[in-house]
Structure formats: C-alpha cells, structure tokens
C-alpha cells in the first residue's frame, strides 16, 4: 500500500512561484511512475508532469502547456516528490494531486494507470 501525502498549495499573483511537495510512504519500486496531475473546476483531471521512480534525468515527461514553466524532482532519500511552479498563470488554477503506479512507459500520462492518489492540494493564481 502507498501513501501520498500533498502539501505547499497555496494564493499567488500571476508571474509568481510556488513549490508543491509529495510525501510518499509504503513500498514504491523501480516499476512505479511518480506524477502530478491538476483538475479545475468542470475539467477533467489532467497530467502535469511525470518522473519514473529512480528519478534520473531524461526520465521526466511534461504537459506542454507548463514545459519551461514547471520542473518535477524527486528525492529518494527522502521519499518526497516535487513540483516547482514558475511564471505561474491564472489557467494554471486548479487542485494538484500526487500519484504514483506502475504501467507502460507511452501511458504515463494517462491518469487512469495511476493506483494511488493524495487528497490534493489547491493553487490559485489571480491576475
């Protein structure tokens, strides 16, 4: 069983920054993909950005609505995903979510293959 907790939501004017954190627990392997997806209100839920479980560089995949914008890490260490959030607009609204699970590399965007998910964590930038 996996556990994620989310964390470092937050208010913030348009151009800002904010950095979102993932505390993971329970037995993640080197078959799991790590991500974080966001759904605004009447949307559906979509993926953001994703990193395998090891966390090299190379391994990361982005929405091309936030490439240049946001950057997922993951400290293995620490058990502890990241997403910092750069130049951050008013569309970048919406509740961020942790997942994690195992599945094909082409469906890591795809939320549907995500096993395991936080209770979310609300971003509002205001204009």
């Known amino acids: 069983q996996v556990q994620l907790v989310e964390s470092g939501g937050g208010s913030v004017q348009a151009g800002g920054s904010l950095r979102l954190n993932c505390a993971a627990s329970?037995?993640?392997?080197?078959?799991?993909?790590m991500g974080w997806f966001r759904q605004a209100p009447g949307k559906e839920r979509e993926g953001v950005a994703v990193i395998d479980s090891i966390g090299s560089i190379g391994s990361t995949s982005y929405a091309d609505s936030v490439k240049g914008r946001f950057t997922i890490s993951k400290d293995n260490a620490k058990n502890t995903l990241y997403l910092q959030m750069n130049s951050l607009k008013p569309e970048d609204t919406a509740m961020y979510y942790c997942?994690?699970?195992?599945?094909?590399?082409?469906?890591?965007?795809?939320?549907?293959?995500?096993?395991?998910w936080g209770q979310g964590t609300q971003v509002t930038v205001s204009s």
């Open positions: 997942a994690a699970g195992v599945m094909s590399w082409y469906r890591r965007m795809e939320k549907d293959e995500y096993s395991y």
């Open positions: 329970g037995y993640i392997n080197s078959r799991y993909f």
